[in-house]
């Protein structure tokens, strides 16, 4: 082996034994100090010693001095030790700065539903967390979690993702929104499928899963009508409803959005069809202490948001 080649194998051990030794002149003072065993010291410096290719000290019975070799060694164990040193500190302050962060990327009416009041709870007992919400489509939702944008994701993923665990939240039943009536009830009512074959009915993108999973159940009872406009959001389907603009078939999720803006509600029936509010995190990664806690108060509110879907469809069965 060159001589070049045996100094990329000093390591940082040999190299702060050679500086405790230096400033002390003692081993026996160097290894109480570091601390270690006077052999295990004395072992150090001799490895170092036959890498360097040169005696570093000169020893008697008082104490050790750098001989030239060392001397010229002394400056540059002092550079790469010290900036070892600022790397760690480094390192531990984005550690640090990590798990006081937390970034959470959801569809636009999860963000509006669900996450607010849990914001809310939760920076008052973790005020040293930093929390930032993107709403954005579930496509976006998915990519940002991919990407390590976000540490968690909030959405309805029908289907699993590569590269993403998904963990059910809790389960909601699809409905059907209609434009609110005169002297509107808030109880909810049922509806079959079969109801929807001549409604005029408002969508989302054919790509969205919730979407995708609606227009398979409208393919069974021959296309549920004409649907006269497809916008990219549920807040959007939402207002159109209310316009009086046609007919909707969304999530329970949306409950109670729907109710403050009074309009009609039927649980859909024959079949009920459910469908899971998953939070995604990226596979493989490590999940915060903070991401865990979010999740928990995720869990609970998301709950009782499910709780009147929940009891209407014990009702009816």
Same mark, same amino acid.
């Given at each position: 082996?060159?001589?070049?080649?045996?100094?990329?194998?000093?390591?940082?051990?040999?190299?702060?034994?050679?500086?405790?030794?230096?400033?002390?002149?003692?081993?026996?003072?160097?290894?109480?100090?570091?601390?270690?065993?006077?052999?295990?010291?004395?072992?150090?410096?001799?490895?170092?010693?036959?890498?360097?290719?040169?005696?570093?000290?000169?020893?008697?019975?008082?104490?050790?001095?750098?001989?030239?070799?060392?001397?010229?060694?002394?400056?540059? $164990?002092?550079?790469?030790? =010290?900036? /070892?040193? &600022?790397?760690?500190? +480094?390192?531990? @302050?984005?550690?640090?700065?990590? *798990?006081?962060?937390?970034?959470?990327?959801?569809?636009?009416?999860?963000?509006?539903?669900?996450?607010?009041?849990?914001?809310?709870?939760?920076?008052?007992?973790?005020?040293?967390?930093?929390?930032?919400?993107?709403?954005?489509?579930?496509?976006?939702?998915?990519?940002?979690?991919?990407?390590?944008?976000?540490?968690?994701?909030?959405?309805?993923?029908?289907?699993?993702?590569?590269?993403?665990?998904?963990?059910?939240?809790?389960?909601?039943?699809?409905?059907?929104?209609?434009?609110?009536?005169?002297?509107?009830?808030?109880?909810?009512?049922?509806?079959?499928?079969?109801?929807?074959?001549?409604?005029?009915?408002?969508?989302?993108? $054919?790509?969205?899963?919730? =979407?995708? /999973?609606? &227009?398979?159940?409208? +393919?069974?009872? @021959?296309?549920?009508?004409?649907? *006269?406009?497809?916008?990219?959001?549920?807040?959007?389907?939402?207002?159109?409803?209310?316009?009086?603009?046609?007919?909707?078939?969304?999530?329970?999720?949306?409950?109670?959005?729907?109710?403050?803006?009074?309009?009609?509600?039927?649980?859909?029936?024959?079949?009920?069809?459910?469908?899971?509010?998953?939070?995604?995190?990226?596979?493989?990664?490590?999940?915060?202490?903070?991401?865990?806690?979010?999740?928990?108060?995720?869990?609970?509110?998301?709950?009782?948001?499910?709780?009147?879907?929940?009891?209407?469809?014990?009702?009816?069965?």
């Amino acid at each position: 082996m060159y001589p070049s080649e045996k100094l990329m194998h000093l390591s940082s051990r040999q190299l702060l034994a050679f500086l405790e030794v230096a400033r002390l002149r003692s081993i026996s003072k160097a290894a109480e100090c570091i601390p270690m065993s006077q052999s295990g010291m004395s072992m150090l410096i001799k490895e170092l010693e036959d890498q360097i290719g040169a005696r570093l000290f000169d020893r008697n019975p008082r104490s050790v001095t750098l001989t030239d070799s060392g001397r010229e060694l002394l400056p540059v $164990a002092q550079r790469i030790v =010290q900036e /070892l040193r &600022d790397l760690s500190s +480094a390192i531990q @302050g984005t550690e640090s700065a990590n *798990r006081s962060r937390l970034k959470v990327a959801a569809t636009p009416m999860v963000s509006m539903s669900l996450l607010p009041e849990i914001v809310r709870e939760f920076t008052k007992s973790n005020a040293q967390v930093d929390i930032t919400i993107a709403d954005v489509d579930v496509h976006a939702v998915r990519q940002r979690v991919l990407d390590g944008d976000a540490d968690i994701g909030l959405g309805f993923f029908v289907k699993p993702a590569v590269g993403l665990l998904r963990q059910p939240l809790c389960r909601f039943r699809l409905m059907c929104i209609s434009p609110p009536a005169p002297k509107s009830s808030t109880q909810l009512s049922s509806r079959p499928w079969s109801g929807l074959r001549d409604l005029p009915l408002i969508g989302l993108p $054919a790509d969205n899963p919730i =979407q995708s /999973l609606v &227009d398979a159940h409208l +393919a069974q009872i @021959g296309g549920g009508g004409e649907q *006269r406009q497809v916008v990219n959001f549920m807040g959007t389907v939402i207002a159109m409803v209310r316009a009086g603009l046609g007919h909707a078939i969304i999530p329970s999720f949306a409950i109670e959005e729907c109710k403050r803006h009074g309009l009609q509600i039927s649980m859909l029936t024959a079949p009920v069809v459910n469908l899971d509010l998953y939070l995604v995190t990226r596979r493989g990664s490590q999940a915060k202490s903070t991401s865990l806690e979010f999740t928990a108060r995720l869990k609970a509110t998301a709950a009782e948001l499910a709780a009147p879907a929940t009891k209407s469809q014990t009702t009816n069965s």
